[in-house]
């Protein structure tokens, strides 16, 4: 492959390719490790036509914003419902004091626009779900800075429907960011209560082809919800200073503010919740109750940084570039390394690795996943369990068989006609290694379990 | 519990706020020395390392921080550094970054020079201001070995970075001693309970609160906290075992499913939790609490064997733990009880008998700290909370030695020293990045040895004009690293293997004359946030940081890191 001058590739003045001097040494050299098929100067025409969405403005979203468009990417648009707040100055380096209350979607689009010029940013300030399938049809790949494993999946499961295996577009890789990372969590292993994990100087960051390769439902046990402390705890034994203070979110809260909505950004609410948890933690004798601790559980707080999150959106945006310019191969190839970890609390430490397809996801696979239940529990019991099990984590969910309805959320009618049945036991309800699907109204497919009855 | 602090009325302050998501990582003594921290980035190449590095210190609210830069903003700076604009074309790069880094956060103070680094470095005290030196890539040999020197002379920590299309590296310098209290280990690995060393008043506990084990109601029997039981049930162990405690993993292994058997599994919930959490906790816990390699390494630092009156305090505290430790056989209790089911009542006086234990282990050890303050003739005490907290943390200290950086120049091999053995072993390990490393020894090597005119003008990077022609001089600088590498290990590789190391050597090399010395933005933005973590980590003393050499493949999405 020989070497081609830049400027007889760009459609622009040789002006303006200077400013992509850098850029253009890989857009229009091969390297050691490009494939035979990479063309001099076809990278700079797909970054100009590739349309990329990102998922999320905030610690993340600021992060791939900048990089995508000092990648060379001209079609952006972002979507954040979030306002800033002034907790976010810390790493959010693209809002200012003076902006504390605006969208950040709009925000960070104008300042990017503004300072690399010749990128079109377009921010919608509002969710994921208000966009229908037209709309995600129209971009080449997405990138996603979230930090709600819900968003995550909601827009993973719409991708894997979109899939069209005649029309080539119809996939659309997703990359995928984070910095809230716990390590999948071994069953037999307790998992203490505490309010702060030490996840600050950790991250991931993955790429998904749509029905291709592991999908982030096949990785949800990669995100397992923390243990909740049983409610009798929190009611009648408290032990810990965070015991004390969900009491006052949960329990106290109801009990003598039920006319008040609690709002988590309103300071006086904090202060309430916050002296309520330490005047129980006196009556215990529990040490440790601060206002710190309190904003930190109620608000359910990670520790944030920067650095952590230039290190996920950088190798993210990496990714995405090598996917739209063929300049190197990317992760995320059929059987190939499609995920890595980063920790850096202890030393630094990647571990990069393929993330199996499983065929019994029910966003990507086509089987049914197999849960074993006690057939002697009840349905209530069983729906209950769906919201906690990392595999599900569904919280509203309806469910029926191929033959029968076995418990619906709404419309009311149906609710209260199906109701008496959370009282049966499931084998009363169901055969062993029969077939349910479950909805919920958080995602748009059904997931399929196969009920096998413990021995 | 005694006294307590009343509520405040108000929340916290402007500064608590926005600093809020970082203090739950490092407190008000990270953010403290933070704050008195002022970095100097030495800036060369296109220079974007750098300077992201520097937007996650001052987002963060580092003290002060100082570009030197004399190069002039042009056109393709803008397509690859996020803090200049066209208002800056024709300016000097140093003044512009500073300015649009200061616009991230009001507290920091941001200065920089445009003066040439030769001259800048030859005067007297020119780098005695700064805390920490972050230097890119590429430099003069001469001025990264003064660095090195007065970095290693002055114990302050040094980076040394490259960041060249889809790869990078640094290399960290610290002190020749460095120790870490805080390392922040996982609370879920590392608890220590010190059962198999019970002290009286927790015998005492134990008995107290198992006493009629078998004969209590259902309520009682399943609120017994899980430490107790283990205790409990380690007596009736040792009563047949003639004294001894569970060892072996078979031992181990029984011993759980004696625990198992005092479960009661009629109950309303078909079992008892804390038998469960006792369980599940006999493997993790009944390990004797034996100091691990790394406080071994402390104890037999000869700087804590022979203590001198301007002894670092660390020191002076480690030797006073280790003297605990030769008088105990175990560290200093570090008294925190992980949550368990049990009572409130029961659960407050197990974590009162492992505080007051803590306490009075903090009370030996500070008591001994004082005896040897007076026989060294030290004038000032060493505060009780560092103390305090060594004991805290006693069983996870850590020490890094410090060493220099590899000057790479041309007709001059690198040395290896002690970590040749350790080199030479790391080029048949495919996952080692080494030879992405001695890529970029040969990097500096040939920007060391060609310049882009006759008249001592800057440096040329291999691949500036076109590829082909330096990759044939880059691979064989490469390649004369790798055989010195050898040759220092007295180690020999055989065909296929040896031809298979040069082969992805030559791949590394090939892709680095691609770049023609550009950066990537990706790449030195990760790049950039990696630095940063370490630099935070090296300034709080907190977490522990890379020792020493840190390598990113952006095309395999993959770090290595390597002691050299
Ligand atoms: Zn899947």
Redesign the pocket.
């Known amino acids: 492959m020989a070497e081609v001058e830049p400027s007889v590739l760009s459609n622009g003045s040789d002006n303006s390719r200077a400013r992509w001097k850098h850029l253009d040494n890989f857009l229009t050299r091969p390297g050691a490790f490009t494939d035979s098929e990479f063309q001099a100067g076809l990278g700079i025409e797909r970054l100009e036509t590739i349309k990329i969405l990102v998922i999320g403005a905030g610690g993340l979203g600021c992060e791939i914003l900048k990089n995508l468009a000092l990648s060379g990417f001209k079609n952006i648009d972002v979507i954040d419902m979030d306002t800033i707040d002034v907790s976010n100055l810390n790493r959010q380096f693209l809002f200012r004091a003076s902006d504390v209350g605006k969208y950040k979607a709009e925000v960070a689009a104008a300042f990017v626009e503004q300072r690399v010029k010749g990128v079109k940013i377009t921010p919608y300030c509002g969710k994921i779900q208000d966009k229908d399938d037209d709309y995600y049809m129209r971009f080449n790949i997405v990138v996603c800075g979230l930090d709600s494993v819900e968003a995550r999946r909601w827009i993973?499961a719409t991708l894997?429907g979109l899939v069209d295996p005649e029309i080539m577009d119809s996939l659309k890789p997703l990359v995928d960011g984070g910095t809230e990372g716990r390590l999948p969590a071994q069953s037999e292993e307790v998992i203490d209560f505490e309010a702060d994990g030490p996840t600050g100087f950790k991250g991931q960051a993955k790429v998904i082809l749509p029905t291709i390769t592991?999908?982030?439902?096949?990785?949800l046990d990669m995100h397992a919800p923390r243990a909740a402390v049983p409610l009798c705890t929190l009611a009648t034994i408290p032990r810990q200073p965070q015991h004390c203070i969900e009491w006052a979110h949960i329990i106290a809260w109801e009990e003598e503010r039920k006319d008040i909505t609690l709002d988590t950004d309103d300071p006086e609410h904090i202060t309430w919740l916050y002296q309520k948890a330490f005047a129980r933690a006196q009556e215990f004798n529990i040490p440790g109750v601060t206002y710190s601790m309190t904003q930190g559980v109620v608000k359910n707080i990670i520790p944030a940084i920067a650095s952590t999150n230039a290190i996920v959106a950088g190798a993210c945006c990496n990714e995405a570039f090598k996917i739209a310019t063929g300049t190197n191969p990317f992760l995320g190839n059929p059987e190939s390394n499609n995920y890595m970890m980063y920790s850096g609390d202890d030393s630094i430490y990647t571990y990069t690795f393929e993330h199996q397809?499983?065929d019994d996801?029910?966003?990507?696979?086509n089987l049914a996943k197999e849960v074993e239940v006690d057939g002697n529990r009840t349905l209530q019991e069983f729906v209950e369990s769906l919201a906690e099990r990392p595999e599900a984590q569904l919280k509203k969910p309806t469910i029926r068989t191929e033959e029968k309805s076995l418990y619906y959320q709404s419309p009311p009618s149906l609710e209260k006609q199906t109701r008496p049945n959370l009282k049966k036991k499931l084998h009363e309800l169901v055969s062993d290694g029969e077939e349910i699907a479950v909805s919920d109204p958080a995602f748009q497919i059904d997931f399929k379990f196969k009920l096998v009855f413990k021995k | 519990m005694g006294d307590v602090t009343p509520p405040p009325l108000q929340g916290p302050t402007a500064k608590e706020k926005k600093y809020d998501r970082q203090l739950r990582l490092w407190a008000a003594s990270g953010q403290a020395a933070l704050e008195d921290a002022h970095i100097l980035l030495i800036n060369s190449g296109p220079g974007v390392v750098g300077v992201e590095a520097l937007k996650n210190l001052v987002l963060p609210g580092i003290g002060q921080f100082t570009i030197l830069d004399s190069s002039v903003v042009a056109e393709e700076d803008l397509g690859v550094n996020f803090f200049l604009d066209e208002s800056c074309l024709g300016g000097f790069r140093a003044e512009h970054c500073c300015n649009f880094l200061k616009e991230l956060n009001p507290d920091v103070q941001g200065n920089f020079v445009t003066e040439p680094l030769q001259s800048f470095i030859t005067k007297p005290n020119a780098l005695q201001p700064f805390t920490l030196i972050l230097v890119t890539s590429p430099v003069v040999p001469e001025i990264l070995a003064t660095i090195s020197v007065y970095a290693q002379q002055h114990a302050i920590p040094a980076f040394y970075t490259h960041s060249v299309g889809f790869y990078s590296h640094f290399s960290l310098l610290l002190p020749p001693a460095f120790p870490i209290v805080e390392t922040h280990p996982d609370p879920e690995t590392t608890t220590n309970l010190q059962l198999l060393t019970p002290w009286p008043a927790l015998s005492k506990l134990a008995e107290e609160k198992t006493h009629g084990l078998d004969s209590m109601i259902d309520d009682d029997h399943g609120h017994v906290p899980y430490v107790l039981l283990l205790l409990y049930y380690l007596g009736r162990w040792k009563a047949s075992h003639n004294g001894l405690v569970p060892q072996s993993y078979s031992e181990k292994t029984a011993f759980r499913d004696l625990v198992r058997s005092g479960e009661r599994t009629k109950t309303a919930e078909g079992g008892e939790e804390n038998f469960d959490e006792a369980a599940k906790a006999v493997l993790k816990t009944l390990n004797p609490s034996a100091p691990g390699s790394s406080v071994k390494e402390v104890f037999a630092a000869e700087e804590c064997q022979n203590l001198t009156k301007d002894s670092a305090n660390f020191w002076v505290i480690a030797h006073a733990v280790s003297t605990f430790h030769q008088t105990h056989s175990v560290l200093p209790l570090p008294g925190a009880v992980p949550d368990m089911k049990a009572r409130s009542k029961d659960y407050i006086e197990l974590q009162n008998v492992y505080k007051s234990k803590a306490r009075e282990d903090v009370a030996e050890v500070l008591a001994t700290v004082r005896s040897l303050e007076k026989e060294l003739g030290r004038s000032i005490p060493i505060d009780e909370k560092e103390v305090e907290a060594f004991c805290k943390g006693a069983g996870y200290i850590k020490l890094v030695r410090g060493r220099p950086f590899h000057i790479a120049r041309p007709n001059e091999m690198v040395k290896w020293g002690d970590r040749a053995r350790f080199a030479a072993g790391a080029l048949e390990n495919p996952d080692s990045l080494i030879l992405l490393y001695i890529a970029f020894l040969a990097y500096d090597s040939f920007v060391a040895s060609h310049l882009i005119d006759a008249l001592g003008g800057a440096q040329k990077v291999p691949g500036l004009d076109a590829a082909e022609p330096d990759t044939q001089k880059m691979i064989g600088i490469a390649e004369a690293i790798i055989d010195s590498l050898l040759n220092e290990a007295s180690r020999f590789i055989k065909d296929p293997e040896y031809s298979e190391i040069k082969h992805a050597s030559a791949r590394f090399v090939e892709e680095i004359v691609r770049a023609g010395g550009s950066e990537l933005h990706n790449i030195a933005a990760l790049t950039g946030g990696m630095v940063a973590q370490e630099v935070i980590k090296v300034i709080t003393k907190q977490y522990v940081p890379v020792d020493n050499t840190c390598l990113f493949d952006g095309i395999a999405s993959k770090t290595s890191v390597l002691r050299l």
């Open positions: 993973n894997v592991s999908c982030i439902e096949c990785q397809k499983k996801c029910p966003v990507c696979g």
